[in-house]
């Protein structure tokens, strides 16, 4: 018989498994910090992530667990009085972390691991503990018959600790107990009697069918409280905690899936509240509906209302995409651990430093970064992160750092990935891509460009095919990944100083703010985002630059595209529109010639593939207020187009 | 019924002891931590606190000792929800001024017998 129903109990199992996972995330980081952060804010984090993870799993039946979570608790608990966790033991505790998720993951999947399979590394963390471990001894029942005298004497403060004698009495009485005699010796005059101490003892008969341990439970939580006896003898004897042992496959655990998301209780607030003015709004306009004529005062109102309307709508909106984002942290937590197991098999010395770990992005961008960060981070650690006696040599530090940070720049995440290695061998690399047929013989790039090369489909400059990186996948496979994600990749590369790799990630993938404008008859939307400048390009002096025309902006040149025909809405030559639209795309500017520059608004964008088919240039479409469909410019296509048609 | 106040950092064990006691008709007031505890007792007049020991910002025993300190909780019930089963640990835990313990995992059942103990 349970107190509880069966959903009830499933929902909070899903809330335990939840909990658990993120438990054993903050677990493994604080385990992977602990080399330099021994502060007891970090070792009480570790404590306890293990220790709600071995009281629910308890309580939720996840039983197969509770011996690993155990002894994983009992060594960090000897951690948290002082002492030194070695290696050995992080690394033990490290492994202990991952079979308590494989465990967690089969038993969400409905198929919950033999907890005998944990015997190895449970035996590891008892052998590292110096000792077994000592179970909860069990008390057996006596099998004698004889009644129970129990003398029963509360010291005077007893009550202080909440604990009413009354109620020890109540209990006793429950199990067939009587009082045979109450002691008042102790009584004090009225004059001096403290109402909030015990002055009585009692003596006490119970029948001898009750066992024993029933009897201790009532005086559990007052011994050393009162003076107490109870006759009759038991024996005690203590289970062993450790199972026999048996073999286990080591098997990386499986990443847990998102099965629900989690929102914080602020965020839900908000937007009821939003719906609540929506509602507010929807009323007000309505009323306004009537039978009545149109008067001057009656359209102003409309007018409010429909402003309002506006603005609720946004905030509504804002909210929603708030509710689909979490923290980077999410997906950065992973990396401690990668550097840490990738720095040990290559014998290189890395630390890692996270920063921006909070910045929220949207859910569905946040899973597919994932691999593409990992992609990254190997590919620093393999290939340009030195080992500690080349670092030396090279007068840097012997400790190579990867720094992982995340922040908000306009309507944009931007997450960079960055190492103090050697670099990228920029002339190797065109060598190759030369030899490979990349880029033209006689071509000459820019470092940037050349760094770029790196993710070009089929290049790898590994010279021996690595364990961790270097089969020529992953870096192009990064490419695709971050453009499928609307985002963009640029590579800054310094000899000898490091590398880094900056993403550029839209905040959601459905809504963009667009800026409006006018082609011919037609309107467009242009990702605000790339737009650095709109000018009067009659102000400035165009030129003509081979097949096309360039200007000077600020002592930059600019490439100039007549957008309308490169749409094909007319022909080339035919635009007389002053204005140029400056844009940016991987890092070069470009000036696109447009009509009119029209509102600036938010865009929910629809999928051009889904509903029609994939078209260069254009990233999607939307529907503008009006009910007609924009089409919203691939400003990054349109640029890479451009540029190798110059 | 009664007013109890559930103080642990663990979603899933408040939650489920949370639904426990509201199952048997008592009214609940949750906090995440002992300064959460602190924070929602305020006015609040509270029957029963069961408490987590090991929690961020204000652990258990911490908790207990600030409660025992305000004249309204004095002689209120305080059971820690706890793992230990150390007698050292339920010492320490008594002189704090707890009441008294529940040892973790507990079914259901055995929550609401053992709080029928402290609460008439």
């Known amino acids: 018989m349970s107190a509880l129903d069966a959903a009830t109990l499933a929902a909070l199992l899903e809330t335990f498994f939840e909990e658990s ?4 995330e903050r677990a493994e980081t604080s385990l992977l910090a602990l080399e330099h ?26 039983t197969e667990v509770t011996d690993l979570a155990h002894v994983m608790e009992n060594l960090l608990d000897e951690i948290r009085s002082g002492r030194v966790a070695t290696r050995e033991i992080t690394a033990a505790l490290l492994q202990g972390v991952d079979t308590l998720r494989v465990a967690l993951v089969s038993r969400r999947g409905g198929k919950p691991v033999d907890p005998a399979s944990h015997a190895p590394i449970v035996a590891q963390l008892v052998a590292l503990r110096g000792g077994p471990v000592a179970a909860a001894p069990t008390v057996t029942a006596p099998t004698s018959s004889a009644p129970w005298r129990i003398s029963f004497a509360p010291h005077a403060h007893m009550m202080r600790a909440g604990n009413d004698p009354l109620r020890m009495l109540r209990e006793l009485a429950s199990l067939g107990g009587t009082v045979v005699a109450t002691d008042l010796s102790r009584l004090p005059p009225l004059a001096e009697l403290d109402p909030t101490a015990i002055y009585l003892a009692w003596t006490l008969t119970v029948p001898g069918g009750v066992a ?65 003015e929506l509602v507010i709004t ?8 009537d039978e009545g004529p149109i008067t001057v005062d009656r359209i102003r109102q409309i007018r409010e209302g429909l402003s309002l309307l506006a603005r609720t709508t946004r905030a509504l909106q804002e909210s929603v995409v708030r509710l689909r984002s979490m923290p980077v942290g999410q997906v950065f937590g992973r990396f401690p651990r990668l550097v840490h197991d990738l720095g040990q098999q290559l014998g290189k010395d890395i630390a890692i430093e996270i920063t921006g770990q909070s910045t929220e992005l949207d859910r569905t961008v946040l899973e597919k970064l994932g691999d593409p960060l990992v992609h990254i981070v190997r590919n620093s650690i393999d290939h340009g992160l030195e080992t500690a006696e080349q670092r030396v040599a090279a007068g840097k530090p012997a400790q190579g750092t990867v720094r992982l940070h995340a922040e908000h720049r306009g309507s944009a995440v931007v997450i960079e990935i960055s190492d103090d290695g050697r670099g990228l061998d920029l002339p190797r690399i065109l060598e190759l891509a030369k030899q490979r047929g990349l880029v ?14 790196i993710f070009a489909p089929g290049f790898s400059t590994a010279r021996a095919v690595s364990d961790i990186s270097g089969r020529g996948v992953g870096m192009d496979v990064v490419w695709r990944s971050i453009q499928e994600l609307h985002g963009e990749v640029s590579v800054e590369t310094h000899a000898g100083r490091g590398t880094r790799t900056v993403l550029s990630l839209p905040l959601t993938l459905a809504i963009i703010d667009g800026q409006l404008i006018r ?38 040149i600019v490439p100039i595209v007549d957008l309308a025909a490169e749409l094909g809405i007319r022909p080339r030559g035919a635009s007389d529109s002053d204005l140029l639209m400056i844009v940016e795309s991987d890092g070069a500017p470009l000036g696109l010639v447009v009509d009119e ?50 | 019924m009664s007013t109890i106040m559930v103080i642990d950092d663990s979603n899933s064990m408040r939650m489920l002891v949370k639904q426990t006691l509201i199952t048997a008709g008592h009214t609940v007031v949750e906090a995440c931590d002992g300064l959460d505890a602190l924070d929602k007792l305020g006015t609040a007049s509270v029957d029963l606190f069961l408490c987590d020991v090991n929690m961020p910002r204000l652990d258990g025993l911490s ?48 929550l609401l017998a053992t709080i029928k103990k402290v609460i008439a």
């Open chain 1, 440 to 453: 033209a013989p006689d071509a000459q790039p820019s470092d940037a460009e050349i760094a770029k090369l």
């Open chain 1, 37 to 62: 952060d021994h502060s007891e804010e970090r070792i009480g984090e570790l404590f306890r992530a293990i220790h709600s993870i071995k009281g629910g799993a308890g309580a939720f039946g996840v």
């Open chain 1, 212 to 276: 024993r341990s029933d009897i201790d439970d009532i005086f559990a939580w007052v011994e050393g409280d009162c003076d107490l006896t109870i006759e009759r003898e038991v024996v005690v004897a203590a289970v062993a905690a450790v199972p026999s042992a048996v073999d286990q496959a080591s098997t990386p655990p499986p990443p847990p899936t998102m099965g629900s998301l989690r929102v914080g209780i602020d965020k839900i607030d908000l937007l009821m509240n939003m719906v609540g």
């Open chain 1, 282 to 289: 929807q009323s007000m306009l309505g009323e306004l509906d």
């Open chain 2, 63 to 110: 908790l207990v000792k600030r409660l025992r300190a305000l004249p309204k909780c004095k002689f209120s019930p305080i059971l820690m929800l706890t793992t230990e089963v150390d007698p050292e640990k339920k010492r320490i835990a008594k002189e704090a001024g707890a009441t008294g313990w529940l040892v973790k995992p507990f079914q259901p059942e055995q």
């Open chain 1, 519 to 556: 082609l011919g008859t037609q309107t467009y939307v242009v990702p605000l985002l790339s737009i650095v400048e709109t000018v009067e390009a009659k102000a400035q002096a165009r030129h003509r630059y081979g097949a096309g025309e360039v200007t000077r902006i600020r002592d930059q």
């Open chain 1, 597 to 646: 520059l029209l509102a600036q608004q938010q865009v929910v964008i629809k999928s051009l593939e889904t509903n029609f088919g994939r078209v260069d240039g254009l990233a999607g479409a939307t529907i503008l207020g009006d009910g007609r469909v924009a089409f919203i410019l691939d400003i990054a296509a349109l640029s890479r187009d451009i540029r190798h048609a110059a």
């Open chain 1, 21 to 24: 996972f993120e438990g054993l």
